[in-house]
């Protein structure tokens, strides 16, 4: 298995990924949502609303699941708020074809870029100790 | 769909879950993890020193998510350290069968027990309206 382009195959065509974030006093929260990869980062939205848009906006902080529990993608990275004027008629239109609703049409819906700093790729237990596969933003494999 | 039964099948069936905790700094952490059903709660295994163990030993925070994310099943709950007198053989031994690893013989693990508080289940997004199906651990349905 290549887990550099299994990884990055999962990022153009998985639909969604399980989004960890959580609230300034420590409280988890867990969400799958739709997705796009642009190439460098991944593009979400969401209600600003919901527990998953405010703890986003109150820290960045986020930990993204990707693929199954037994061949799986933990991506960790910052979550920076795009402002209106930061989402080009493409990158909307882009994340419409892909996740198949328009934020843009949406009341209180915001998009949050992702960019990676790290990702471990694994599938059963045996591949762990090699499971970091980008740190610090660069691929090391 | 009968979302309880549904529910319920994938509690005793389903393989793993996955974890969202958070330090008390309001880092978020997300791990797959594999897990018992004992009728009431769900019983988890990780090293102590991990993110998740030491997160869960400081805040006992905790959402898991359960099958897939368009069939999803979203737990909330307190995970609580068993301490090892707690651990009957019996409930060590329907780990092991289920989880196919053996925290009693291995150094630095715990066992936490997370009785749901809520649950959510929902498939595609025309669920979303009745998701919750279990509240201050008590059915709705």
């Known amino acids: 298995m ?22 300034p006093d420590g409280n988890p929260y867990l969400v799958p949502l739709s997705f796009l990869w642009d190439g460098a980062a991944l593009i979400l939205a969401t209600l600003g609303s919901t527990p998953t848009g405010r ?16 061949d799986v993608v933990m991506i960790d990275g910052s979550a920076e708020p795009l402002h209106p004027d930061e989402v080009s008629d493409e990158l909307g239109d882009a994340f419409l074809a892909k996740a198949h609703f328009d934020p843009r049409k949406l009341d209180g819906y915001l998009y949050f870029r992702v960019v ?5 790729a694994w599938g059963e237990e045996y591949e762990l100790k090699d499971r970091e596969i980008l740190r610090n933003g660069t691929w090391l494999i």
């Open 116 to 120: 990676p700093t790290r990702i471990q």
């Open 55 to 70: 703890n986003l906006r109150a820290t960045g902080r986020i930990r993204i699941g990707l693929g199954l529990t037994r």
């Open 2 to 23: 290549n887990r550099k382009q299994d990884t990055l195959r999962r990022l153009e065509e998985d639909e969604d990924v399980w989004v960890a974030s959580a609230d």
